[in-house]
């Protein structure tokens, strides 16, 4: 069985990038399909950069690319930042900031297998399981906000 992060939806933390010239800032808004792949890509070369090992890098990497893909197919279109922090641990947050429909029932959005577009509906629980700390918080009609984190854990 594997744990999951828990699920803070009710008050939920925004972690903040160091600075905004943080070279290791990557914003990527997303307006069109080729938007997601640039997300991921760019995740993971922070990762990388950040010294997260081969399979964590991969990790995060997936993490952006089905963030990145719910703001095109799900929210209208956002933002997919990922950035370093460093308090309370250095770790690689993602953030995925939209203005869409929003979420009416997160659990059920978070349930595996559960989409409204008849695809695979595994991409939140996915992010979920695959990053450390998964905060969530959606008002209907006002848009979605997804952060997730993984610590970087230094051999
Ligand atoms: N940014 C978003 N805005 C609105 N709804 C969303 C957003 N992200 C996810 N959802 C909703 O949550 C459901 C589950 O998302 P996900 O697990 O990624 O599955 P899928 O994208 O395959 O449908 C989506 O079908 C959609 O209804
Ligand atoms: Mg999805």
């Known amino acids: 069985m594997i744990a999951l992060p828990a699920l803070r939806s009710v008050s939920m933390c925004f972690y903040a990038p160091v600075s905004v010239e943080d070279p290791h800032l990557v914003k990527v808004p997303v307006s069109s399909e080729i938007h997601i792949m640039e997300a991921s890509r760019r995740a993971r070369w922070l990762a990388e950069e950040m010294g997260f ?10 993490a952006a690319s089905e963030l990145a893909a719910n703001l095109f197919f799900h929210g209208r279109g956002g933002t997919l930042s990922a950035f370093m922090i460093q308090d309370p641990a250095v770790g690689l947050v993602l953030l995925a900031e939209d ?3 929003g979420i009416a029932d997160l659990a059920l959005a978070l349930t595996d297998g559960y989409s409204t577009t008849g695809s695979l509906g595994c991409g ?19 848009g979605c906000q997804v952060q997730a984190v993984k610590w970087l854990i230094r051999q």
């Not at 090992?53 to 997936?62: K, P, S």
């Not at 939140?124 to 006002?142: H, K, N, T, W, Y």
């Open 53 to 62: 090992n081969r399979i964590a890098a991969y990790h995060i990497a997936t």
């Open 99 to 101: 203005q869409g429909p």
């Open 124 to 142: 939140l629980p996915g992010v979920r399981r695959l990053m450390d700390q998964f905060d969530i918080c959606s008002e209907l009609g006002a």
